[in-house]
C-alpha cells in the first residue's frame, strides 16, 4: 500500500487549496478513506472520511462547511478541497486508508507521508 | 465526542526495559474498538494494535494491547532502540474518530 499526498503548501488567510492522494498497491475502490490532520509539533486530529462509494461523507465540527472530502475511484485518487482557510489550519495532513466499504468504525492502516499546509499571511 | 488521556505524558526507560502505557477514555467503548499508533520524528503514523488487542501486519510480539470499558493499555516487553517514539490511542467506537494526546517514550 501506498499512499501519497500533494498540493499542501503556504496560503493566506481566506484563501483555498486542494490536496489530493494518489493511493497504489489495493483496490481503492473498495475502501473507506479519511484526512487526518497534526499540528506541528503536536497531536493527531481526523478531519474527514468518505465511504467506498462516496455514500457516507463525514467532517471534524472544526472544517465543517468549510472542507469538502471526495474521492474519484477511477484515478484510484482521494481529495480534500479546502477553503475559507485559517491559521489554525495549518498543519501536516494525512491521507489514511480506513477498513472496507464502511467509512463508520474505522482504524487506520495505512498512512500516507503527508503534505504540510500553512496558512499564513 | 470521547476524550482519551494518555498517561504519562512522557515515560523515559532504558533499552530492555517494560514500557507500559494507558489509554483512558471518557466513556466506556463497548466494541473495544481502540487502536495505537506509533510515530517516529519525521515520519508518519503506524498502526500497531487494533481491536484493543490484535497486532497489526509486521507488528513484532513484543507489543502487546489488552483493556476494556475505558481503559487500555499498550505494553512494550522489552525496548528495542527503535522503540523510542511517540505513541497515539484512537477510538473508533463512535464519531468522530478521537486520538489521545500522545505518550512519548524516550531514552533515559
Known amino acids: 500500500v501506498q499512499l501519497v499526498e500533494s498540493g499542501g503548501g503556504l496560503v493566506q488567510p481566506g484563501r483555498s487549496l486542494r490536496l489530493s492522494c494518489a493511493a497504489t498497491g489495493f483496490t481503492f475502490d473498495d475502501y473507506a478513506m479519511h484526512w487526518v490532520r497534526q499540528l506541528p509539533g503536536r497531536g493527531l486530529e481526523w478531519v474527514s472520511s468518505?465511504?467506498?462509494?462516496?455514500?457516507?461523507?463525514a467532517y471534524a465540527d472544526s472544517v465543517k462547511g468549510r472542507f469538502t472530502i471526495s474521492r474519484d475511484n477511477a484515478k484510484n485518487s482521494l481529495y480534500l478541497q479546502m477553503n475559507s482557510l485559517r491559521p489554525e489550519d495549518t498543519a501536516f495532513y494525512y491521507c489514511t486508508k480506513g477498513l472496507e466499504y464502511s467509512s463508520s468504525y474505522n482504524y487506520l492502516d495505512s498512512w500516507g507521508q503527508g503534505t504540510l499546509v500553512t496558512v499564513s499571511s | 465526542e470521547i476524550v482519551l488521556t494518555q498517561s504519562p505524558g512522557t515515560l523515559s526507560l532504558s533499552p530492555g526495559e517494560r514500557a507500559t502505557l494507558s489509554c483512558r477514555a471518557s466513556?466506556?467503548?463497548?466494541?473495544?474498538?481502540l487502536a495505537w499508533y506509533q510515530q517516529k520524528p519525521g515520519q508518519a503514523p503506524r498502526l500497531l494494535i487494533y481491536g484493543a488487542s490484535s497486532r497489526a501486519t509486521g507488528i513484532p510480539d513484543r507489543f502487546s494491547g489488552t483493556g476494556s470499558g475505558a481503559h487500555f493499555t499498550l505494553t512494550i516487553s522489552r525496548l528495542e532502540p527503535e522503540d523510542f517514539a511517540v505513541y497515539y490511542c484512537q477510538q473508533y467506537d463512535s464519531s468522530p474518530l478521537t486520538f489521545g494526546g500522545g505518550t512519548r517514550v524516550e531514552i533515559k
Open positions: 468518505i465511504s467506498w462509494n462516496s455514500g457516507t461523507i
Open positions: 466513556q466506556s467503548l463497548p466494541s473495544t474498538y
